[in-house]
Each structure stands twice: as structure tokens, then as C-alpha cells.
């Protein structure tokens, strides 16, 4: 996406969206030529009002000097650069209706598309960039009629985004009407996800415990167990391998020890790199690590320690380590343990436990194992970690970013009575121990909630006792879940699924019976349930 669009768009679900094709018109109606838009410099949010060529629906505009439009297959911006050669240009036609990003030195006037009813394909969740056909019409109306929950649209001659919810009083709703013409951001819920089923994979092999999954090149299966030996497979279970026996090097403790995270870096086919957090054999101490692999193996002798915290108890280690679409790797830590937090970590910025930490590896040395991003919340801030990202978390149990939102999803373990799910954000306070999930927990009665980020979802332990966090689900197979934030428990065995666009309430999808420790995805974006003592289990259609 091109830096001044980056500038431009200020909502991170709007950065990832796809266009929708919209329903011809049940007749004929006869183009309305000569109307046209007056576009405001520098930016505007328009429909196309022709199909055909780029240079011919701007050639006699020469205000206009970029035109951008959203391509969903490849998840990135075609654009159209007046200043750049043509074979440069990846859009080069649009369609009529499209929605786009023009720029402009001077106002200019846009041709507006022929009016016809404005609709989408059923069964679209999530944003679409929908253009507008039809004459200007209340976004009350727009949002019913379109069936979306929410509608954002861009002010050209304010240079802002106006937004409609049909959930607000009309008095914070600041998108009043949508004209013939205007683009806009429209969100569609994929209402509650249905039930699922859970199918053995990897030829049934049983496992002790395993606690992450993930894909690897050439089709493969990393599979990570708590021991500290990392395994290869191919997609039917054979071909198993050990990429990686860090045995000796994990403690084991006690029973929230040992190797706790595995991720593959954003460029692992070009660098080989892979990075675990463990606890240290011996010692009472966590260690985030880089490890180098070479023909499918990694050698312990390329270990680069990047970081290690001291752990004051032997639970709550935390451990998920994700890589961002920022490129940038996040890791979850605990409160450090015993009951309560004792040490109040959770509030105490100034510690990294009880946090989410983001920092950048790109480039680790041991002279430099990483760098603080300088767009970090706390950067600056006196007696607070600059590595810091959020806080407030007791025990952040495994953590997934949206692929399609970039959202980062938390499945962060309860005390004695509430376990939670929140969306982490830039310098939130996710409350404990002040809170734990909705409620108060120090004091029991009468806390002050101020400033904190309430969960997105919590259960009581009368349907579990201990969350595992999950996955956004954006693969093909499983039409039930599509767009689901799928996340689970480890007494109970029950998943839920909690429409990812619309979170207003999770629906139990399926009872497994299982102790379940993880969630991974393959390359398809297919969904595993990883479980203690059995066979690792993928999710599928329920027949």
C-alpha cells in the first residue's frame, strides 16, 4: 500500500479489504453522463463511472495525477501513476462501479456511474469497498439495504473519514448520506458461526504434549512439543524429521515450563531463521531465541540468545510468539506467577511481565539481539519498558494475528472465575489484576475499570477452567466458521466461535473432550486443534 494512502486510511481494518461485484440491474437505464463529481484536492474515495481504460477516463483531467484501486487476489493496491512510464503502471482498466483512490492537484470533475439498484453477493462477511450507483440516499438506508453493520466513508473536501453504525444514536453517527458516486467501506457480519467437526491428521500419531503448529516450506508440518524436540511431517504424517531437540537446554520443571513457542521468521526461506521461547534448564528464567536451519535441521551451536527474564515463580510463563504484518516479532508474557500477582506485575510497566512485548529482529546480533521499534507506545515514557506493546495480562495463552485484518487476538488465562479474549492494541490496559476479565478482582468490589480495554469475550468456570487462545479462520473448506475467531479450553474441551467482524456473542461449535493446548494453521489457512496424550486434529465440515 502506497505510504500516502497509509496516511490516509487510519482504520487497520480498512487496510485489508475486497472489492465487491455488484448485481447488474434488474433493467436497462440509460447512462447519466452529464453529471459529473467535483473531486477536492489531494485525496477522494470515488466509484468509476465507465469501464475501460485508465488514461482514457483521465485524459482530459490532467489534475489528476494517481488512481488506486484495491486488487483482493493479491491483497495490495493496482495503481496509476500519471508521472510513471506505462509499464510500471499495474492498473491499467477498471470496471464501472469500482471503487477508487484518486488523487488530485486541483479540483477536477469525475463522472459519475449510471444509476442502477446497488447490491451485494450474499454470503460476503467482513469490509468491501462497494460502489455507490444509486441516487444519494440517507446511510441508514444504505447500510440496510446493503445488510452492513457499519459504514465508513471518505470526506474529500474535509480530508476525513465519516462513519455510520446503526447501533449509535444518530448523534455520533457523522456519515449522514451517501451520494451517487461515493465509495464507501461497508462491513458485513458473518453472523454466528455453525458447528464443526474434528478429524484425526497426520495418520493419527499420538502426541504427549504438543503446543504449536505451523506450516513449513514444501508443504510440511512443524510440529513443536513442550519437551523441546521440534518435528517435520508431511501433510499424511510421514516423512517425520527432527528439525530441532532443544532437550537439554528446557526445563521441565513444572508443568507451565519447557518449550512454550515456535515461529518461523517472515523471510525463513531466504535466512533459515527460527525463534523459540523456552524456559532455561536449571534456572528461573525465560530466554527468547534465534536458531539457524540448514538442510531441515536447526543447529543448537547457531543459538542467539535475544532475550531473557528472570521468572519469579514457575507458572504463568506466558509463551506465544507471533510475527506481525509489520514484520516485527510480539511476544506474550505472564504476570510471573504464584496466585494474584503478588509482585503486581500486571500493572507495572516498568517490568516486562504481565505484558505483550513488540520488538525488531531483523538484523540480531549479539551485540545488538534487537531493536526497540520507535513507533512503540512507552518509547519515552518514564518507568515503563520501551518494548512494551499492551499490559495487563495474567497469562497470555496463545496469541494469533488476523490474516486479513491484521488484528492480534488473545486468548489470556483467568484467576478464579473469569477467562477472557481481547484484541490487543497500542498501549492498552488489559486490567489485571485490577480486573479479572469483566470483573473486579483487587479489590473484589467497587475497582476502577478507567482506562482499561474491556475483553471481547469472557466465559465463567462453570464452562471451563483454563482458555487456549485461537485462530481467525480464513481458509476455504469450512464454510460454517468462515471469518471466526476460534478459541477453546483445556478442562472443558469445548471450542467456540466468535464472528472475528461482529464479536457480540461466542457460540459453542464443538465439545471435544480433549485437553486442548493449541491451535495452528497450514498453508490453506485450515485450522488444527492441538490436544495433550492424542492425535493432533484438524477441523472440518460437520457432514
Request: aromatic share 8%.
Amino acid at each position: 500500500m502506497p505510504r500516502h494512502l497509509r496516511v490516509a486510511l487510519p482504520l487497520a481494518a480498512l487496510f485489508l479489504v475486497t472489492l465487491v461485484t455488484l448485481v447488474p440491474p434488474t433493467r436497462a437505464q440509460a447512462p447519466a453522463t452529464s453529471q459529473l463529481r467535483t473531486l477536492q484536492p489531494p485525496w477522494n474515495l470515488v466509484a468509476a463511472g465507465q469501464s475501460g481504460a485508465v488514461s482514457d477516463l483521465v485524459a482530459d483531467m490532467p489534475e489528476i495525477i494517481s488512481v488506486y484501486r484495491w486488487d483482493a487476489t493479491r491483497q495490495a493496491y493496482e495503481s496509476w501513476l500519471r508521472a510513471a512510464p506505462v509499464f510500471l503502471n499495474t492498473l491499467r482498466t477498471v470496471a464501472v462501479d469500482d471503487g477508487l483512490w484518486v488523487r488530485v492537484t486541483a479540483e477536477a470533475p469525475w463522472p459519475l456511474p449510471t444509476v442502477a439498484p446497488t447490491r451485494v453477493e450474499s454470503g460476503v462477511t467482513g469490509w468491501r469497498l462497494v460502489g455507490w450507483t444509486d441516487v444519494d440516499t440517507p446511510a441508514s438506508e444504505v447500510a440496510s439495504r446493503l445488510g452492513a453493520v457499519r459504514l465508513v466513508g471518505f470526506d474529500a473536501a474535509a480530508q476525513q473519514f465519516r462513519a455510520y453504525d446503526p447501533s449509535l444514536p444518530d448523534a455520533l453517527n457523522t456519515l449522514p448520506l451517501v451520494r451517487r458516486g461515493d465509495a464507501v467501506w461497508a462491513l458485513f457480519s458473518a453472523g454466528e458461526p455453525g458447528p464443526v467437526a474434528l478429524e484425526p491428521t497426520l495418520g493419527g500419531r499420538p502426541f504427549d504434549r504438543p503446543i504449536e503448529l505451523g506450516a513449513y516450506p514444501a508443504g510440511r508440518l512443524f510440529v513443536a512439543e513442550q519437551d523441546g524436540t521440534v518435528l517435520l511431517f508431511d501433510e499424511d504424517g510421514g516423512g517425520e524429521a527432527v528439525l530441532l531437540d532443544l532437550r537439554d537446554r528446557v526445563s521441565g520443571a513444572g508443568n507451565e515450563e519447557g518449550l512454550l513457542s515456535l515461529a518461523l521468521d517472515p523471510r525463513f526461506v531466504g535466512n533459515g531463521h527460527i525463534y523459540v521461547y523456552y524456559s532455561v534448564a536449571g534456572q528461573m528464567r525465560s530466554r527468547l531465541s534465534r536458531f539457524t536451519v540448514a538442510s531441515d535441521v536447526a543447529s543448537l551451536a547457531s543459538e542467539l540468545a535475544l532475550l531473557e527474564i528472570e521468572q519469579p515463580f514457575r507458572n504463568h510463563n506466558g509463551g506465544a510468539i507471533r510475527f506481525g504484518p509489520d514484520g516485527l516479532l510480539y511476544l506474550g508474557l505472564g504476570d510471573g506467577g504464584a496466585g494474584g500477582d503478588p509482585e503486581g506485575n500486571g500493572q507495572n510497566k516498568s517490568t516486562l511481565l504481565g505484558s505483550i512485548l513488540r520488538i525488531d529482529v531483523r538484523g540480531a546480533s549479539a551485540a545488538r539481539p534487537y531493536q526497540v521499534p520507535s513507533d512503540n507506545p512507552f518509547v519515552g515514557a518514564a518507568a515503563a519498558r520501551p518494548e512494551i506493546w499492551a499490559y495487563g495480562f495474567r497469562n497470555p495463552w496463545r496469541m494469533a494475528f488476523d490474516p486479513s485484518t491484521g488484528a492480534l487476538w488473545v486468548g489470556d488465562v483467568g484467576q478464579n472465575d473469569v477467562e477472557e479474549v481481547d484484541i490487543a492494541r497500542a498501549g492498552g490496559n488489559y486490567g489485571w489484576n485490577r480486573l479479572e476479565g469483566d470483573r473486579c478482582f483487587s479489590p473484589p468490589s467497587g475497582c476502577d475499570a478507567g482506562a482499561t480495554v474491556a475483553p471481547v469475550a469472557t466465559y465463567d468456570h462453570d464452562e471451563g477452567c483454563s482458555i487456549t487462545g485461537g485462530v481467525v479462520y480464513r481458509g476455504s473448506t469450512v464454510a460454517a466458521i468462515a471469518g471466526a475467531y476460534l478459541y477453546g479450553d483445556f478442562c472443558s474441551g469445548r471450542i467456540w466461535g466468535l464472528n472475528a467482524a461482529d464479536p457480540a456473542s461466542a457460540v459453542v461449535i464443538v465439545e471435544s473432550g480433549a485437553n486442548i493446548a493449541s491451535f495452528g494453521v497450514d498453508t490453506d489457512g485450515e485450522v488444527y486443534v492441538l490436544t495433550f496424550g492424542g492425535p493432533l486434529l484438524r477441523v472440518v465440515p460437520l457432514e
